[in-house]
């Protein structure tokens, strides 16, 4: 509930759709999700990349980079999760109203707030990505060793050891990063979204 009061959603004076006009494609969020080492922030980043250097209209917003700024001041308690993916959806939603495809890379473990996060968005806009990739794998990669440390107990709430994850039920695209690598992940999102029309 806002605890903002006497304030006016203002339209502005160049829509969405002249802005994806003007870029001659659409806009989206593609909302990566899945377990700390599956992958997400190297398959989005990759397929920023790939969107660049197609003269697409691109931006990513990252988990850890996101906590540096906007999101410091939140910790991992679930409510704090919940209010991480909160502003981020907003956030991505601007993005999208802008003309842009935004990738974003965050665990977001729970279905509840992903789902409300795709409540912001028009039908078509919020493509969910399913990074799925065993625990196993994902604590064998452990890049940044923050399985090891929830192992020891010097990390507290770690999605996947202590804290749920929930699995995406119906994904709009669902990435095995176990068995492609990231030159085919990037192949399969955007022969997904050629086929949405977005592309």
């Known amino acids: 509930m806002s605890k903002a009061t006497n304030i006016t959603w203002h339209e502005a004076a160049i829509s969405k759709a002249e802005r994806r006009s003007r870029n001659g494609h659409g806009s989206c969020v593609l909302w990566f999700t899945g377990l ?33 700024g906007l999101n410091k001041d939140l910790g991992f308690s679930d409510e704090d999760r919940t209010e991480n993916i909160r502003r981020i959806g907003e956030v991505a939603k601007l993005f999208v109203d802008s ?25 078509g806009e919020f493509i969910e990505v399913f990074v799925d990739c ?10 940044k060793k923050l399985y090891a440390k929830a192992r020891r107990g010097e990390i507290k709430d770690f999605t996947g050891i202590d804290s749920p994850y929930e699995a995406p039920v119906k994904p709009e695209i669902t990435i095995h990063s176990n068995s492609l690598s990231v030159e085919e992940s990037v192949k399969q999102i955007a022969e997904d979204l050629k086929n949405r029309g977005i592309l």
Do not use: M, W
């Open 36 to 68: 700390s080492g599956s992958g997400k922030s190297t398959i989005a980043n990759a397929f920023s990349s790939f969107l660049f250097q197609e003269g697409i209209s691109e931006y990513v917003l990252d988990g850890d980079n996101v906590r540096h």
């Open 99 to 123: 003309g842009k495809i935004v990738t974003t890379a965050f665990i977001s473990p729970f279905r509840s707030d992903r789902d409300q996060v795709r409540s912001l968005f028009e039908e």
């Open 134 to 143: 065993p625990i196993e794998e994902c604590e064998r990669r452990d890049p």
